[in-house]
């Protein structure tokens, strides 16, 4: 699946992108085929291990995940996947990552998008790039939309969509300062929103500790149905939700004239626009659903 | 323009050396002159050593007496291993100071500066991009000594530059480089057994092949570059991947907390980690080389290739033999140098002979007019522009130019 990475790093095509730069993604490095790990630290025997285990059974029996508008995902070219995000170690990223590997006609690596701290804290910062995750970096995020071509997955609302409690589940917060749609129009690639129903009650968190998070540095330690009676594994103890992943229709922008991240109302008028959609999916979504467990 | 008259400084370091060894092969270069406090470590041909450190007044004398148009200042101490906190203090911020300063003045011959630096000018740190572009400042001061002094001295070759728009500045950017002979803490942190780690980190891991350091060096010397360049192999590795392809068990021996103290314990049993590298091992570095690859250079080898490399001089290790290294007899250098008994083509290791030139000559210089009509219908477009610009700065013989400028008007 790395390879497939690497292979498409090659591809390199412009993608309806401003003739207007000096090509420097002809540049890129390119494939060495013995290699087992990419340039970003992503490990293909890693991320095959957890794909064919952990990733499989929750995503097969444990959360049933049912994804719609599959199509909506290009196939080539960077799109920048913009989602909801809940639970205290989230589930919705791998399950959108792995919906985007079984159910698209051309399966593609997702690159999820991560805090600054996880590089710097022991244990996640070795294994997170190993599964795909990379800092979420302006210029990260750049180099993978416009240079290498690939598909990256933000969570605008960051640890605020983490941290808040069960009481306010599915109601969406601030998408941080419009960062990612900047990133989107510099790359020229589109967005493609997503609106996943399932996680706000697979990682419930009914509480939040402040002293035992200043004392472990983490980001937060939240009150979970599994945690932190049972420990450290009660983290990833998900309650069998049911997952539903909608992806909805692409945001192009590469027509909205020249340097429109310049203009800050644009960026905020559509990142705005970006998260009413998702809102208004998921509210959707829930008047759908008929039982939490069985959809 | 191109470099005809060069010097180089720190002509004893390994880079200097080689740099001086690739120059002197081509004869275009009229002159290379090395100064340096200690003497070359490798056999030159045709290189003149001037045994001087980076002495302001001296170093202008000689740029002024030889009319040097280029010079090349590879004495930057960039690992902390090699020498103490004073000495690279005044090598890398007193010194650079001081070789620009021979460089300047409007009526300087100097015309291009390339400036040998480091990526420690980036540091390393958590919110750091996965790939340094050059026009990318570090956000957070410099962590140690060492990073502080290139901080420095790259901003004192900047300020150089701004001042003299009129001049070539090249600074180049060097990622760790690998290889036998380069004295560094990467390189016996790799040597030991194992390689020590920090627990819970795997970081990613860009290094240049020492060749490529040279290459990149003398790619700067025949090219105008200006600005900054980040000088890196392509292809990342992470240290883990490192370990293995070296054969070597990985050892997360240093704790994720504390990790200075613990360094400075593991230094007390003899292994040498700097704390320039300490946050390389925790949060890694990469170089986006793009800019550099756009000026036309290739990097003969990818920081996987380098490894590999490294692993076949790590196994022939023990079987070399230390001492047959060249040594610097003054006597004998000057007497190769200057007697007129030694025959000057027989020192010269021909081993990249450079395409459409006449063997055994020192340059267009050294050719009669009638010798140099017969070479020009050989001559493509762009050799024979270049040509006329040198034959109209220098000899300015008419037949030649007048004979160029018919051969250029057929082939428009």
């Known amino acids: 699946m790395a390879g497939d990475e690497r292979a498409s790093t090659l591809g390199g095509e412009a993608g309806g992108l401003p003739a207007t730069t000096s090509d420097l993604r002809e540049l890129l490095p390119g494939l060495e085929p013995e290699r087992r790990v990419t340039d970003w630290g992503r490990s293909e025997r890693v991320e095959g291990l957890l794909d064919r285990t952990v990733s499989e059974f929750l995503y ?36 959108i990552a792995k919906a985007v590997k079984e159910e698209h006609p051309h399966p593609r690596p997702v690159h999820l998008t991560v805090e600054h701290f996880f590089k710097g804290y022991p244990g996640f910062s070795m294994l997170l790039p190993k599964i795909g995750a990379v800092p979420a970096h302006p210029a990260n995020v ?67 500790f402040k002293l035992l998070q200043r004392l472990t540095g983490l980001l937060y330690v939240p009150l979970t149905p599994t945690f932190p009676h049972f420990g450290l594994v009660g983290m990833a103890g998900y309650l069998p939700a049911k997952f539903r992943i909608r992806f909805l229709p692409p945001v192009a922008t590469d027509q909205l004239g020249d340097e429109p991240w310049e203009d800050k109302a644009l960026v905020q008028s559509v990142a705005h626009e970006v998260r009413a959609t998702i809102q208004a999916e998921l509210f959707d979504m829930l008047a759908e659903r008929e039982s939490v467990w069985f959809g | 323009m191109p470099s005809k008259r060069i010097l180089i400084t720190g002509l ?147 300020e150089f530059a701004a001042r003299h728009p009129d001049r070539t500045v090249t600074a180049l950017r060097f990622a760790n480089s690998l290889g036998r002979g380069v004295r560094s803490a990467p390189m016996e942190l790799l040597g030991l057994p194992a390689i020590p780690a920090i627990l819970g980190f795997d970081p990613r891991v860009q290094v240049l092949h020492r060749d490529d350091l040279a290459g990149c060096l003398e790619h700067a010397v ?20 490192v370990a293995s392809l070296l054969g070597k068990p990985l050892a997360p021996v240093l704790p994720p907390w504390g990790t200075g103290a613990a360094a400075a314990a593991v230094r007390q049993v003899g292994i040498r980690l700097p704390p320039e590298q300490l ?42 033999d230390r001492r047959a290294a060249y040594r610097y007899e003054e006597e004998v250098e000057e007497f190769l140098r200057r007697s007129p008994s030694v025959r000057a083509a027989s020192q010269a290791p021909a081993d990249e002979p450079p395409a459409n030139r006449p063997p055994g000559s020192t340059g267009y210089d050294g050719l009669r007019a009638e010798e140099l009509m017969r070479l020009l219908p050989s001559l493509d477009r762009s050799d024979l522009e270049a040509l006329r610009e040198h034959e109209a700065g220098r000899a300015g013989r008419a037949t030649v130019v007048g004979a160029i400028d018919r051969l250029l008007a057929a082939q428009r």
């Not at chain 2, 800019?291 to 490894?307: D, M, N, Q």
Request: proline letters at 6%; hydrophobic letters at 40%; charged letters at 30%.
């Open chain 1, 142 to 208: 750049h180099r993978l939309l416009y240079d290498e071509q690939q598909l990256v997955l933000v969570f605008p609302e960051g640890r605020k969509g983490t941290e808040k409690l069960y009481k306010d589940r599915y109601r969406l917060r601030r998408f941080g300062r419009g960062g990612f749609v900047e990133a989107a129009m510099r790359a020229g690639a589109p967005i493609v929103p997503v609106a996943v129903v399932g996680a706000e009650e697979a990682a419930p968190a009914f509480a939040q």
């Open chain 1, 60 to 95: 097969r029996i444990w959360f049933r995940v049912d994804v719609e508008g599959i199509e909506h995902v290009p196939s080539e070219g960077g799109a920048l996947l913009v989602s909801n995000h809940a639970g205290a170690l989230p589930p919705d990223a791998p399950m």
């Open chain 2, 12 to 158: 004893s370091t390994f880079w200097g050396g080689r740099l001086a060894q690739a120059l002197e092969r081509d004869p275009e270069v009229e002159t290379v002159i090395g100064v340096d406090r200690r003497p070359p470590k490798v056999e030159l041909a045709r290189t003149e050593y001037v045994r001087v450190a980076d002495r302001r007044s001296l170093i202008r004398r000689i740029v002024e007496a030889a009319e040097i148009d280029t010079v090349v200042d590879t004495r930057m101490v960039v690992d902390s291993i090699v020498t103490g906190r004073r000495v690279a203090h005044e090598n890398n911020v007193i010194g650079t100071m001081n070789v620009l300063a021979a460089c300047g003045g409007p009526d300087s011959p100097v015309r291009k500066v390339v400036f040998k630096s480091s990526a420690h000018v980036y540091g390393a740190e958590q919110d750091d991009p996965a790939y340094f572009t050059e026009s990318m400042r570090r956000r957070h001061p410099p962590r140690t000594w060492l990073e502080r002094d290139i901080v420095e001295a790259e901003d004192a070759v900047a």
């Open chain 2, 222 to 241: 025949r090219h105008d570059l200006d600005g900054p360049y980040n000088c890196a192999a392509d292809g990342v590795l992470v240290l883990s991947e």
């Open chain 2, 279 to 320: 946050n390389l091992l925790r949060f890694g570095r990469a170089l986006d080389n793009r800019r550099f690859k756009a000026t036309g250079y290739r990097f003969r080898y990818t920081t996987r290739e380098t490894v590999l490399a490294l692993r076949r001089e790590q196994r022939l290790e023990p079987f070399v």
